[in-house]
Structure formats: C-alpha cells, structure tokens
C-alpha cells in the first residue's frame, strides 16, 4: 500500500524551491537547449524592457498608467483591426496578435501622434 503525502508538506515545498531556483543557473539550463533559449529571451526581453522605458521615455502618470513616447513610424493600435480568429492559423493574415493581447490585458488605450512622436498610454484597473 502507498502511503498518502500531503502535497503542503513543509520538506516538500523547501526542496522543490531550492531545486527551482538552482535550475535557473545557466549552467544547468545550457543542458537543456529550449529552456536555455527560453531564459535567454526573458533576460533579453527584461533587459529591452528597462532600456526602453529609460530611453524612450516612461511616463508614469498619477493614476498609475503607463505612457510612452517614441519616433518611430505612426501606427495607431486603437484603429487596427482585430484579427480574425476563427480561421485556421495557415490561412490567416498575419500580425495584429500583440496590438489584440494588449487591448484585451488593458482597460483602455488611448493614441496621439503629436510632433513626430507617437504618444501610447495604457490603463489598466488595479481594483
């Protein structure tokens, strides 16, 4: 007969954290090459993420929104049309995912382009 453990087990719980946290060392990660990769682009992207809201210009507003200026080409997420989700992937056009995931993780997005800058602002509740 098996004996039952219980999952919330103390000795448990510390092993897998100090298992978790020894796998995130590249040298254990570099064994596996997908999750090497994965680790990678999430200190990449983490690392963008900081230099972008630093040289871009991060607007933190009083109500807790997040603004950013840019000089790139205008492109206002607010009229781009949804992409069509009930076709099959291979048929259909491709891009406009990123500006969908944004606009369904945010309660509002407003767009200006003033100047030569485009001007993104994104709310979302905390309550």
Do not use: C
């Not at 919330?8 to 254990?28: C, E, H, M, Y």
């Not at 090459?33 to 933190?60: H, K, Q, R």
């Amino acid at each position: 007969m098996v004996e039952k453990t219980n999952l919330w087990n103390t000795q448990i719980i510390g092993q897998a954290l100090v298992d978790s946290f020894r796998k995130l060392d590249p040298r254990w990660m570099v064994k596996n090459p997908v999750m090497f990769v994965v680790e990678v682009g999430s200190v990449l992207t983490s690392a963008l993420l900081v230099d972008n809201a630093i040289a871009l210009g991060y607007l933190g507003d009083d109500d807790g929104a997040l603004a950013q200026a840019n000089r790139l080409l205008a492109l206002d997420p607010s009229s781009t049309p949804d992409p069509t989700l009930s076709l099959p992937v291979e048929q259909r056009e491709p891009g406009g995912l990123g500006i969908l995931l944004i606009r369904r993780m945010v309660d509002r997005v407003e767009y200006r382009r003033v100047g030569g800058e485009n001007l993104l602002r994104l709310e979302k509740s905390l309550g």
